[in-house]
């Protein structure tokens, strides 16, 4: 198997996971095979991702190494702003695992202390990614099983979470649970913050994706049925902001400046 196929069947099979790692690990089987078919059968390996379709189409127009450099800045800036958001001695509350939550909360630390709450994210547990990440960067977590997210939530001062997808009227498209979440951010009065770079941003419908299954319960009983959802919907109502290297923006403010900025993404 060439090195273009195992990346195809990685990002398939979930082995890279992550809207960032993912786009990072596309572009590099695009720089080794790039003909109109591979670039299908790239998007087609995570149809729900629009990072990798937005990083593939910028390489289309410049090229593999410009598009690298691009995205890692604006990652960085996501990180630099969203960092600015947290006060000393806050406790900050977040869902599954993103790059750009860890990322920005590790910068944090350089100049506050803080501690974190999150949640395991069944049924692949990234949760516990996200928990030994930010231990290694020596910040405090208390982790919680998901059904506390209402108790994790109702402790903490300031909730971030990353995004999958952002369509056109600014909702947000997360791990399945952020919903939950942010109705239980306005019960409890709670800011809740998406971080995110805007190429996540995606204007045309993509449907939700639905895993395997045996992720949740491997068992063969015809009178159960299990569904597995990969993410849900946040409405633009329940975000206080997204925040993204175009700066800390409401839902409706954020989608103009992203179709100012980036007019290729259709």
């Known amino acids: 198997m060439g090195d273009f196929d195992k990346i195809v069947r990685d990002i398939k099979n979930l082995k890279i996971q992550g809207a960032r790692d993912i786009a990072f690990a596309g572009l590099k089987a695009y720089s080794i095979k790039n003909d109109s078919d591979s670039v299908k059968q790239l998007i087609n390996a995570r149809p ?10 910028f390489a289309q127009k410049t090229s593999p190494q410009i598009a690298h450099n691009y995205f890692v800045n604006i990652n960085q800036k996501t990180e630099i702003n969203s ?3 947290i006060k000393r001695d806050y406790i900050v509350f977040t869902h599954c695992h993103s790059n750009s939550v860890t990322k920005s ?4 630390k350089k100049h506050t202390n803080f501690q974190v709450h999150n949640t395991e994210t069944r049924p692949l547990y990234q949760g516990r990614r996200t928990a030994k ?6 910040i405090k977590v ?3 099983v998901d059904s506390a997210a209402d108790q994790a939530i109702k ?7 990353g995004s999958d997808l952002i ?4 909702d947000v498209y997360n791990k399945i649970g952020s919903y939950g979440i942010s109705e239980l951010a306005k019960k409890h009065k709670k800011k809740l913050y998406i971080i995110s770079n805007s190429w996540k941003y995606y204007p045309k419908q993509l449907e939700v994706e639905q895993r395997d299954p045996k992720e949740v319960w491997n068992i063969s009983n015809r009178r159960i049925e299990i569904k597995n959802p990969a993410f849900e919907k946040i409405p633009k109502e329940n975000i206080k902001a997204i925040c993204s290297e175009l700066g800390i923006l409401s839902p409706k403010r ?9 007019p290729w993404i259709k």
């Open 48 to 57: 729900t991702e629009p990072c990798l379709r937005n990083i593939i189409k």
């Open 83 to 85: 960092s600015k958001l």
């Open 105 to 108: 909360l590790k910068l944090a």
């Open 133 to 138: 990440e930010l231990a290694k960067y020596k």
């Open 142 to 144: 208390t982790h919680f």
């Open 155 to 161: 402790k903490s001062d300031i909730i971030f979470l």
């Open 167 to 170: 369509n056109h009227n600014g």
């Open 254 to 262: 954020f989608i103009k400046t992203v179709k100012k900025e980036y």
